[in-house]
């Protein structure tokens, strides 16, 4: 496809739209993904990888000593003085060599000089080197909905195994501990037998009738009559 119909990119900062058709856990699994569409032709500037979960790691080298300082600095200074000793080998009159031999010593030489003063007026608070990058716990691979169902399909047939992330259902609202078994005979406490009802204690017509025995109570204890 060609550069021109590719879609513009925002000038400020914007979140991207799209739906997760996959999730992986690095980097090179979400490029593989996007590298398998771009195979089969597919799109793939409808596609966004995004990272969430970033994280800053500053990964320690080593530890850093006065001649590591100066090694670093000659090195740095080597490379300078070789490219200023090969430009005016080319322009001057002569052997490139007797140009290159001087600038490269004079240029490792300042190098190492200023490495070992910029070292020193540190102090001492920072004596390792280390290398930092942005680190995301997840990336997801965002495409455009009206593209989206044929780059799952294409995923699929690639064999990716990146899920989209799901949204979890409703939970069932757990029964407390301790409580009775149900009625459909879920694991609990025996639910307490049916009370039988004692003869009533007054006739058809409402009247009370008097020396009717009430019954025991759970204790096996008799209630009085009122």
Not at 146 to 158: F, I, P, T
Not at 184 to 199: F, N, V, Y
Not at 212 to 218: A, E, K
Request: contains cysteine; proline residues 9%.
């Amino acid at each position: 496809m060609s550069p021109t119909s590719r879609t513009a990119l925002p000038t400020t900062p914007t979140l991207p739209k799209g739906t997760a058709i996959a999730s992986f856990e690095t980097y090179l699994e979400a490029q593989k993904a996007v590298d398998q569409l771009s195979d089969r032709e597919f799109p793939v500037e409808h596609t966004t990888i995004v990272g969430t979960d970033l994280r800053m790691v500053e990964r320690i080298t080593g530890r850093l000593t006065y001649p590591r300082v100066a090694l670093a600095g000659a090195m740095s200074g080597a490379w300078f003085g070789l490219f200023v000793g090969l430009l005016f080998g080319l322009l001057a009159e002569g052997s490139i060599l007797l140009m290159l031999l001087p600038a490269l010593v004079i240029g490792a030489a300042f190098g190492m000089l200023f490495g070992l003063v910029s070292y020193a007026f540190t102090g001492g608070k920072r004596d390792f080197t280390s290398s930092s990058q942005v680190v995301a716990g997840r990336y997801s691979l965002l495409c455009e909905e009206e593209h989206a169902g044929q780059a799952r399909q294409l995923l699929a047939e690639a064999g990716i195994r990146g899920s989209a992330p799901l949204s979890a259902g409703p939970t069932a609202p757990t029964a407390p501990p301790g409580a009775g078994s149900t009625a459909m005979g879920s694991p609990g406490t025996p639910a307490e037998p049916p009370r039988t009802r004692s003869a009533p204690l007054e006739d058809a017509h409402g009247n009370p009738l008097y020396g009717q025995r009430l019954p025991s109570t759970p204790s096996g204890e008799e209630r009085s009559p009122e």
